[in-house]
């Protein structure tokens, strides 16, 4: 019996534009902020830019997933006690499926302490409201290739980019002609095949 190829999954959901959330207890102030993101330098940016804006705050702590699979992730608590502010955080990121998304929560005292159980609640909560104004968008997982081919090519290379709906990142037409093309993961072995005639070589 032949086995059956399973067909490759190339898409997940993120958000289309930054969206913003709130929670209040006890005097506390929970300010969240949900971001569209691809990388951790991104990341960074964007926490220390909040850092810096929101510089009375006690704290900011974040979440982020990145990445088709999302195996790049971090959680952090910015000095509240343990597993109390970025895993809620993360927690509310996964359940709603979403990839390549940050969520910076920051957070004014009251006053009143809310304890273990209350911080979960907030930073849980104030993430849930800042995914819920969010607008879900799905996202496309791609490789580049850099195709190089000869100018009497150019017509059967042009062909199969409108097949597959490929829109070049970037392309030069001279003797030996180049386009860099984002492939659908779905698609790399048909892309492959259909190009055999050509230079094909994966960018880094």
């Known amino acids: ?8 999954t190339d898409s997940y959901k993120s958000i289309a534009a930054p969206s913003r959330g709130l929670y209040k207890d006890k ?3 929970f300010l969240s902020f949900a971001y569209p993101v691809s990388t951790e330098a991104q990341v960074k940016d964007i926490v220390a ?3 810096k804006e929101y510089f009375d705050a006690r704290h900011h702590c ?5 990445g088709l699979s999302g195996d790049k ?7 509240e006690p343990s597993s109390t502010a970025g895993r809620p955080i993360l927690g509310q990121i996964l359940s709603a499926e979403l990839s390549d998304i940050l969520i910076v929560v920051v957070r004014y005292f009251g006053g009143i302490l809310l304890g273990t159980s209350g911080l979960t609640v907030a930073y849980k909560t104030a993430s849930a409201d800042a995914i819920a104004n969010a607008s879900i968008v799905e996202k496309i997982a791609t490789e580049t290739y850099e195709i190089r081919f000869d100018y009497l090519q150019m017509n059967d290379v042009m062909k199969v980019l409108k097949d597959l709906q490929i829109t070049p990142l970037e392309q030069s037409f001279d003797e030996r ?4 093309a984002p492939v ?5 072995d048909r892309f492959k095949q259909l190009l055999k005639n050509t230079d094909i070589c994966q960018r880094a």
Do not use: E, F
């Open 1 to 8: 019996m032949d086995s059956v190829t399973k067909p490759v």
């Open 177 to 180: 002609c180049m386009i860099a």
């Open 49 to 51: 830019s909040l850092k």
């Open 184 to 188: 659908r993961l779905r698609d790399i």
């Open 62 to 66: 974040y979440a982020y997933r990145l």
């Open 73 to 79: 992730w971090r959680a952090n608590d910015d000095g």
């Open 27 to 29: 005097g506390s102030k």
